[in-house]
């Protein structure tokens, strides 16, 4: 078929018939910005930042959606379009949190704070785990402009966290569709829709249902294809974005799909299509469960040994040799029973084994819940009846295969796996095996395939290869056979290896039929969000204990978005409450200590009010109370008063949490006969909030906002600057200013008026662990000297404080505090009533 | 939901409704429009049996729906209150008679009071605009409303 020929801002160019004019752009080497199209989804015209200008055709058509003509002369640039373009990103924009993109401090924050704050909703790019790879805002930093006509309307839908996997905040969505496209693309009939209309349209299912009941199932390709923040893969979201990309395949059932593994940091993180096609897509266990396993934090990580009764862990050469003299003592008797989630080398070697010690050897298939009979567990082989005969009186277990009762029976046991068994407690030796990711290795898959497993994640403690175990072992039982030098030679010496019998379950159409085990172990005791799809588990949320004694949360609701107001009943710390005093709060026994400036307390009911950031683990533990709980602790008042002296006029700055906590500072300063200014920042007017008792305590109050919004355009310190401008014009003075917010707004703060010779003081936040001057996490530096936060503070002297090491001990448990986010069986128990709760969504 | 929805619902038999209509997605609004046109409203039954006969996914049948105002989900009440938010009762102060009635029963437009007893309905023109802001209950209207007014006119009715 002939080609057609057209222009692109007068360069020639020829397209094969069907092509798009964006086709056409991209072909003549002319960038047009797009949003909604994708390379891996058919048109869809939707963001319209791709409008061109034809002669000859009237209007501005989208050039993603029209066929490119013979002759056409297409201009992808002019006055016009820019302008237009300039419009559809900032309507685009205003119903997208934008204040990062406006905000006339970004590049300094950015630099001081580089990673994202693990919020709970995303209301600006610092707080938004998609900061690294939106191309909302790549597209808005390239366009240049902080200039934005329109208010930003934040929609305020809730957070949808009550699925498996995922978590999806819909006031990012800019309605791209790309996710319900991808979806109709991969599974023919979507999970989710765009629903309603005009303002009220949304990306959501029928009736509000939840997605483990709407049809999908969890592939995640919607999350990869996002372009913003909207859909996260609620594991690997905090991580930042992978540092490499390996294409690899998954073990977890005989399937064998082909993958590409992101890591981070030499860990592994996610699973991911290989393309975004219907053949290519995964199972909720491939794309989500793999990297869930090999961080799990029951991993073994050190060879143990048991003797008289008494487990010691030892080094490899020693349990290696116990290994080898228990399995020579018992030649002729040693039994075999290894998982079927193993690369074909180790079932090599472990037949080698077998073959090398005359013993029994067998495989576990991997299985669906369904096939299994109630009451009846993984099918295991006849011969090992042969246990209680003492037929069998050792056996090499790779996987938690094994009743107590049975092993009990055996005269030696070695465990080879990467989590521990029932029978942990009764093995003579365990030796800790990489897992999936983190060795390498082939596998057959049902359909007759050989892929390779890449080795890409870094395996915990001393866990060692399977594969390098079994020749070691091989090597100390002197067994021939067994003597490899790479694993190239273990996998060149396979020569007939049959392809595992199919899995009994179509795991990526079906979530209901994924794999119950892994190696034997209960899947969802490993990774407890398995549950909502019927998985097995031996972890009963009834059996959590729900504290009855503590403090009684009297009030808790959502202030702003992500702010919380929490009211407790705790008597004695209102009684003795000073303002600038915090407290340590736990919500339940097992929680972390974490501190919070009292923003306000009433002696007389005894209560105390404080304002909570969702911004970690511990914060939204806290915030997921109920009203009428009880939280474990409330330790305080902590710290020292703010000294409270008449000065004059005191200018006052509250940032984001920092606003509740200026309350108490601003009464008492006043009622100290002070002329009170107070300011509040927020990143946008939407995230303001006190205005009103704030401005009753003070003489003046003044607001900033980060997108100019409301009142000043930029934080606190232009608003200081103002006043100052002001206030010295007038010839007065500003006796004394106190600031309280992050690190960089009071940072700024600090540089701000070091000039000028006012005394600042500034709330510090560094890590706090008791709060009583022991541990001395909280240590910071106040002009050369080392202050404990907890006792000294909270406020010190803003200009004497050592910033750098203040950032530096911030930041030492970064990867701890991501790590500590999902993993938690704590968030996994605040999830499921809810998943309950909303069932099948038909409100029967 | 009211028991005689219940029974409706129950009665109804939709096969013959369906089998009046083939395969092909352009049936998708005139099933919906007859079905509702049955039931005063589309259940979940209704939208997941739709997307069935047309091979569609229930959420993309929902999506569909809820694009027209004509398609409500809630069975309606004994009383059906429309509140008219058009240009001339907007701008006086329809949207707080609005609000006004939605804190009084306890719903929001679209859906229908736990009791049965109201649902409650926002509407762009009933085209008496000379006497903003208009409220309709059942077949009557009534004009000039405040928040009071119509507080008063819901007591009446209950």
Redesign the interface.
């Known amino acids: 078929m002939s080609q057609i020929n057209l222009t692109i801002d007068g360069k020639s160019v020829a397209v094969e018939p069907g092509a798009t004019v964006l086709e056409a752009a991209r072909r003549a080497g002319v960038a047009v910005p797009t949003i909604c199209d994708h390379k891996d989804l058919s048109p869809y015209g939707a963001c319209r930042m791709c409008i061109v200008e034809i002669e000859g055709v009237r209007g501005f058509p989208t050039s993603c959606t029209t066929p490119a003509a013979e002759g056409m002369q297409v201009r992808t640039a002019s006055p016009e379009l820019e302008s237009l373009r300039k419009r559809t990103m900032e309507l685009m924009l205003s119903g997208h949190p934008n204040s990062c993109l406006v905000c006339p401090h970004r590049e300094a924050c950015e630099s001081m704070r580089p990673k994202a704050t693990k919020a709970g909703r995303s209301t600006r790019c610092g707080f938004c785990s998609n900061k690294e790879e939106c191309d909302i805002r790549t597209m808005a930093l390239e366009a240049g402009s902080r200039d934005l006509n329109l208010p930003t309307l934040y929609a305020a839908h809730n957070l949808e966290r009550g699925d498996p996997f995922m978590d999806r905040d819909y006031n990012l969505c800019i309605l791209c569709a790309r996710c319900w496209r991808i979806c109709e693309k991969i599974h023919g009939k979507p999970a989710i829709s765009i629903i309603n209309r005009g303002k009220d349209a949304r990306v959501g299912t029928a009736f509000h249902k939840s997605h483990v009941h709407s049809g999908c199932t969890f592939c995640g390709s919607c999350i990869d294809i996002c372009p913003t923040g909207t859909l996260t893969d609620r594991f690997a979201r905090w991580y930042g974005k992978p540092d490499a990309k390996t294409p690899s395949a998954c073990l977890l059932c005989p399937e064998g799909c082909a993958l590409i593994a992101q890591t981070h940091s030499g860990k592994l993180v996610a699973a991911t299509m290989t393309a975004f096609q219907s053949e290519a897509s995964l199972c909720a266990l491939g794309r989500f469960g793999m990297a869930q396993i090999v961080n799990a934090s029951t991993r073994l990580l050190r060879p143990a040994i048991r003797e008289n009764d008494e487990a010691f862990t030892v080094d490899w050469d020693t349990a290696l040799d116990s290994a080898a003299n228990g399995l020579k003592q018992h030649a002729g008797r040693v039994g075999i029973l290894i998982s079927a989630a193993t690369t074909r080398e180790e079932r090599h070697l472990y037949a080698r084994l077998a073959a090398g010690l005359n013993g029994r050897f067998a495989v576990v298939p991997t299985l669906p819940v369904d096939p299994l009979p109630a009451g009846q567990g993984t099918p295991l082989p006849e011969w090992l009846a042969d246990i209680q005969s003492g037929k069998i009186t050792a056996l090499i277990l790779g996987g938690d295969f094994l009743e107590r009762e049975l092993a009990r029976s055996l005269d030696f046991l070695l465990v080879i796996d990467g989590l521990p068994v029932r029978v942990q407690d009764q093995a003579d030796v365990v030796l800790p095996a990489a897992l999936l990711a983190e060795s390498a290795g082939t596998l057959r898959t049902a359909a007759g395939q050989i892929r390779s497993l890449a080795r890409i994640s870094r395996a915990p403690g001393q866990a060692k290869s399977e594969w390098e175990i079994l020749r070691d072992i091989g090597q100390k039982l002197d067994i021939a056979e067994m003597h490899f030098d790479t694993l190239q030679d273990v996998t060149a010496a396979i020569t007939d290896d049959a392809p595992p019998a199919s899995f009994p379950g179509r795991p990526r159409q079906d979530v209901f039929s994924l794999p119950a085990t892994y190696r034997g172990h209960l899947l969802a005791d490993i990774i407890p969000a398995l549950s909502a799809f019927g998985l097995p588990t031996t972890y009963d949320p009834s059996q959590e204990v729900q504290p009855t004694e503590g403090f009684e949360l009297l009030e808790i609701r959502e202030l702003v978005p992500n702010m919380h107001l929490l009211r407790i009943h705790a008597p004695q710390v209102a009684a003795h409450a000073k303002p600038g005093q915090f407290v340590i709060l736990m919500a339940r026994e097992t929680s972390e200590r974490a501190p919070f400036t009292l923003a306000d307390w009433d002696a007389a009911t005894g209560s105390i009010t404080l304002i909570i950031e969702e911004v970690g683990r511990s914060s939204r533990e806290l915030i997921s109370l109920s009203q009428g709980a009880r939280l474990a602790h409330v330790s305080g008042p902590l710290g020292q008063a703010f000294p409270v002296e008449r000065k004059g006029t005191v200018v006052l700055g509250g940032g984001c949490y920092g606003i509740g906590a200026i309350l108490p500072l601003a009464r008492a300063l006043k009622e100290a006969g002070n002329r009170v200014i107070s300011v509040i920042e927020g990143s946008s007017a939407y995230l303001l909030y006190w205005e009103d008792k704030i401005r009753a305590v003070s003489d003046e109050l003044r607001i900033a906002t980060k997108d100019g919004t409301r009142g000043t355009y930029g934080g606190v310190q232009e608003v200081f600057q103002e006043i100052r401008e002001r206030e010295e014009d007038q010839g007065a003075a500003i006796n004394m200013i106190v600031a309280v917010g992050c690190t960089f707004m009071m940072r700024m703060v600090s540089e701000l008026t070091k000039p000028w010779d006012v005394s600042t003081f500034v709330a510090l936040n560094p890590i706090m662990v008791d709060g009583t001057g022991m541990c001395g996490a909280c240590r910071v530096s106040i002009h050369d000297e080392t202050k404990f936060a907890c006792i000294d503070g909270p406020f010190f002297d803003a200009h004497g404080v050592d910033w750098d090491e203040l950032a530096c001990r911030r930041g030492a448990y970064a990867r701890e505090e991501v790590e500590a986010l999902p993993q938690t069986v704590d968030l996994n128990t605040l999830m499921f009533p809810e998943t309950a709760k909303q069932g099948c969504g038909c409100g029967g | 939901m009211a028991t005689t929805q219940r029974t409706k619902i129950a009665k109804l038999d939709m096969t013959e409704i369906f089998e009046n209509h083939g395969r092909s997605r352009d049936n998708l609004i005139p099933l919906l429009q007859e079905i509702q046109e049955h039931l005063d409203y589309l259940p979940?039954?209704a939208?997941?049996r739709v997307?069935d006969h047309l091979?569609?996914?229930?959420?993309?049948?929902?999506?569909v729906a809820?694009?027209?105002a004509q398609f409500r989900?809630h069975p309606p009440g004994r009383h059906r209150i429309k509140v008219c938010q058009g240009t001339a009762c907007h701008v006086r102060g329809g949207g707080m008679v609005l609000d006004a009635i939605s804190r009084k029963i306890g719903i929001v437009p679209g859906e229908t009071s736990p009791d049965g007893n109201f649902s409650l309905e926002r509407v762009a023109c009933f085209g008496s605009c000379a006497l903003p802001p208009v409220v309709v209950v059942d077949d009557t209207v009534y004009g000039r409303m405040t928040a009071r007014k119509t507080e008063k006119l819901i007591e009446g009715l209950e």
């Open positions: 979940p039954e939208i997941s997307a091979g569609l996914s229930e959420n993309d049948v929902y999506g809820t694009f027209y989900f």
